[in-house]
Each structure stands twice: as structure tokens, then as C-alpha cells.
């Protein structure tokens, strides 16, 4: 009998892909995808190493692993990912349990070393990074739902301070417009109805001279298609041609994230982060005239070292000045063999927290503002799920990115609504249901 597999995923949306192309390479080599972990052959856990919370999470985990194989010692046990590469000594010295360990450019070797390892050879490492492979003609076996996740290009070449990712990911590398684009076609002839697509730092896209903006260009052209998503983008590679091809396709959501990690000169500039504080505040001016009502998100880190509560006014003076929808906000967490981690001016905890609380009253309180400036406005919603509220409602996103509630009507997951909204409750919208139009794509 084939064996069975289970795969368990931590950490950011490339991480989801990257476990649906495993997926992928696992069905077409004939095992069997199972969602229950006790009676699995093959344990994955797809890791994420960007904060030491995240490993925490993995490491409790694999505690829960190491009983299952107890209890059944032929389970073949395999790390994956970031921490698989960040950590491999240190998980073969104090994890004798797990079988293999493959980073994040190995994932085409998997079928071969779970044989290998079936034959009993000896734990089975493989943690070389590549400057080419982009995982081109794989099948993701997808996560069912309305979006399909396309990872467009690999790596980070960036280096902010405080990041792993370059040392776990490795250099950046795209994948050729072509391959993106019939990947596309096939997710929406599998009946998705949008795409995201995928990578560190994807404006910096650049295949063979070929640009992000371009690329945005050639998949907006795709039929059937009702909504591309785009993360993470890079303020540095923001540039003006990528924001006119986004006002030029009503199809390209109105929404970018733009990470800002703190508002500081002094700290930015020790973080890497390549833009100063008057910079990021007139890149936001710039994209909210090319992109009227825009969304815009966030990303905030509080205490970075050597930050003194002066510089992280700065940080709170651009969350004023800006007024972001959301913000993804953490504690700075030192990553052993960055740059940032030799730093020695540690901000003590106690500050960290009250700093993240300070970041996170004031998002809550301009996330509501800017969600009532669009009550009253008619907004297209892309029905994604029943909401946990009441079977009789939807939850969908406007192409802004705000999630908005409404009765369900006659209407489908998948489909296009004209929702009225009528009210901002906290980080949700509610809004009246106008009608149900099964909008052709554009
Ligand atoms: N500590 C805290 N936050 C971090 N991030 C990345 N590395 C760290 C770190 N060492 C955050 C950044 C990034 C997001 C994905 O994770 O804000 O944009
Ligand atoms: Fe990390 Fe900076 Fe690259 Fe983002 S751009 S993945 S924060 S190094």
C-alpha cells in the first residue's frame, strides 16, 4: 500500500505555497496526503525561523512528534524549510528522532530521501541553497478555498539587519513570466478565482530584464481571472510603473502592502532598510494619488536595538502621519548569525512591550477611522467564506482588503456582490447586500 503523509505549515503565505508544491511532488509520486497526523507514515512540518516565537512553536511541536513515533518507530519524521536550514546541526545533535531535514531548495529530493530513509540509511540532510532553482513545472496539489498562492521569484538579496530570510532563502531568482502565467491560467481553470502572487520581496522581480510591473501587466490579461494579490513588496522597488499598471487593471486589487518596520533615520538606516522616514511618507502620498482609497498594511518592529523611546516617536509619527488600515506588529526578536544580532544595546522587554502595546492602540484606533470613511460607499466583494458570526452571512474582502460581512442573498463563494456598507465594527465592515451579479471577469 502507498504510504501516507501529513504536513503541517508555520510561518508566512510562501511557506503555504511552497507546502502545496510538496504536496504536489508527494501525490504524483503516488503517496497519499492524510489529515490525520496518528495514522500518517510521513510527518512534514514546513517551519519558519523570522522570530524566535515561531521556532518556539516548531520545537513544542516536534516534542509531540517524537511521542507519536514512540508509539509507532517506522514514522518517518522530516523538518523542512527555514529552520531546517537555520538549524540542522542543532537538531541533529538534540532531535536523534527526526529523519530527514531539507531546506527550503531541497524540496525536489524529497520522494528520493524518504526511500533512502525507508531503506534505513542514516538521517538524511540536504540544505544546500540554489541560485536557480524557482520550483518551474511542479503541480501544487492547492488548499481549496478562493486563492491560489503563485510564488513568482525566491530569496532576498535586501539584507535588513534584524532578517534571516536572505540566510535561510538565499539569493533572489524569478521565475520566467511564461511559466507564472500558464501556472495562473491552470489555477483559474481549476475553478480560482483570485491569485496572489508570491515572494520576499516581489516587486524586485526581475526575470531577464523583465519587471514586476510587466509581469503584473501579463497576468491582468488573463480570462476568468477576477482579482490578483501581490506580497511582499520592497518601498525601495515601489515604482511608478508598477502602481499606473495597477490603476491601469481593475483587476489588480487596491492594495499594497508596504512594510515600514520602524520611522526613525537613525534606526532604518541601522536596520538597512534603504528609504528614510520623509522618503516612506512621500512614497504613501505618491501611491494614494496614483490609487485613489487604496489599502494599505503594514509592518512595524518595536525595539530594535539601540531604539531609545525618542526614535520610536518616529515610528508612531509616521503611523500618524500615514494612517495605515493595518499593521502587522512584533517585538524585535535577535536572529543568531544576523547582523543586528552583534548589536549589543539589547532594549529591555518590559520597554519592547509597552512600545508593541502603544503601536497596537493607536493601529486599532486608525483601522477603525479609516473603516468608517467608507461606509456609506458601494464596494465589490469577492465572497470567500460563511462568516463565523451567522450561516445566513458572507465574509468577503473588498479589493482594498477589508474584510466585510453581509446577508448572503442568492449569492456563491466566488462570487463578485455590490455590498452597501453600512457600518465599521472594530477591524470588520458590515455592509447590505445590493446584488448578487456574477460579474464576468473584466
Ligand atoms: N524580529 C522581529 N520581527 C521581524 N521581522 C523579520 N525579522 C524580524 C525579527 N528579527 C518582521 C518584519 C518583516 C516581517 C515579515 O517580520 O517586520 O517585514
Ligand atoms: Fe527580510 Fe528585509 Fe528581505 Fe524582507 S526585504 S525578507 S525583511 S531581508
Not at 315 to 338: C, I, N, Q, W
Not at 393 to 398: E, I
Not at 412 to 419: A, E, R
Request: aromatic share 8%; glycine share 6%.
Amino acid at each position: 500500500m502507498n504510504k501516507s503523509y501529513f504536513i503541517e505549515t508555520y510561518g508566512c503565505q510562501m511557506n503555504v505555497a511552497d507546502s502545496e508544491l510538496i504536496s504536489g511532488l508527494l501525490s504524483s509520486e503516488g503517496y497519499n496526503k492524510t489529515s490525520d497526523i496518528h495514522a500518517a507514515d510521513i510527518i512534514f512540518v514546513n517551519t519558519c525561523a523570522i522570530r524566535e516565537h515561531a521556532e518556539d512553536k516548531v520545537h513544542s511541536r516536534l516534542g509531540f512528534y517524537n511521542q507519536l513515533k514512540q508509539k509507532k518507530p517506522e514514522t518517518i519524521i522530516g523538518i523542512l524549510g527555514c529552520m531546517a536550514q537555520n538549524l540542522k546541526e542543532d537538531i541533529l545533535e538534540s532531535k536523534p528522532f527526526v529523519d530527514i531535514i531539507l531546506g527550503p531548495d531541497s524540496y525536489r529530493k524529497l520522494p528520493e530521501m524518504i526511500n533512502n530513509r525507508s531503506n534505513k540509511i542514516d538521517h538524511i540532510v540536504d540544505t544546500k541553497l540554489s541560485r536557480y532553482e524557482v520550483y518551474d513545472n511542479l503541480f501544487p496539489s492547492r488548499n481549496e478555498g478562493i486563492n491560489a498562492w503563485i510564488s513568482i521569484m525566491r530569496g532576498c538579496d535586501k539584507f535588513c539587519t534584524f532578517c534571516i530570510v536572505p540566510f535561510t532563502r538565499g539569493r533572489e531568482r524569478s521565475r520566467s513570466i511564461d511559466s507564472i502565467v500558464s501556472e495562473a491560467v491552470q489555477a483559474v481553470s481549476d475553478g480560482f478565482h483570485e491569485i496572489t502572487l508570491l515572494g520576499q520581496n516581489v516587486n524586485s522581480y526581475n526575470h531577464q530584464g523583465q519587471k514586476f510591473h510587466e509581469l503584473l501587466d501579463e497576468v491582468a490579461q488573463i480570462n476568468g481571472l477576477k482579482r490578483i494579490r501581490y506580497t511582499s513588496p520592497h518601498p525601495q522597488d515601489m515604482t511608478q510603473e508598477v502602481l499606473d499598471v495597477m490603476r491601469k487593471h481593475q483587476k489588480i486589487c487596491n492594495y499594497v502592502h508596504l512594510p515600514l518596520q520602524a520611522g526613525n533615520d537613525r534606526i532604518l538606516k541601522r536596520m538597512n532598510r534603504t528609504y528614510k522616514k520623509l522618503e516612506f511618507i512621500s512614497l504613501v502620498k505618491r501611491i494614494r494619488e496614483t490609487l485613489p482609497n487604496v489599502g494599505l498594511s503594514t509592518d512595524i518592529i518595536v525595539g530594535f536595538p539601540g531604539e531609545s523611546k525618542i526614535e520610536f516617536n518616529d515610528t508612531l509619527d509616521v503611523m500618524e502621519k500615514v494612517h495605515f488600515d493595518s499593521a502587522y506588529t512584533f517585538k524585535y526578536s535577535s536572529r543568531p548569525g544576523t547582523k543586528a544580532s552583534e548589536f549589543e544595546d539589547l532594549v529591555a522587554e518590559d520597554e519592547k512591550q509597552s512600545r508593541l502595546e502603544m503601536v497596537i492602540e493607536m493601529q486599532k484606533k486608525h483601522t477603525l477611522s479609516q473603516n468608517k470613511k467608507r461606509v456609506g460607499s458601494i464596494e465589490m466583494i469577492l465572497v470567500e467564506k460563511e462568516s463565523k458570526r451567522s450561516t445566513n452571512h458572507w465574509a468577503g474582502r473588498t479589493d482594498s482588503n477589508r474584510w466585510v460581512i453581509f446577508e448572503k442573498n442568492n449569492s456563491q463563494i466566488g462570487d463578485l456582490v455590490s455590498v452597501k456598507i453600512t457600518n465599521a465594527k472594530g477591524i470588520t465592515l458590515h455592509g447590505e447586500n445590493i446584488n448578487t451579479k456574477k460579474m464576468e471577469a473584466a
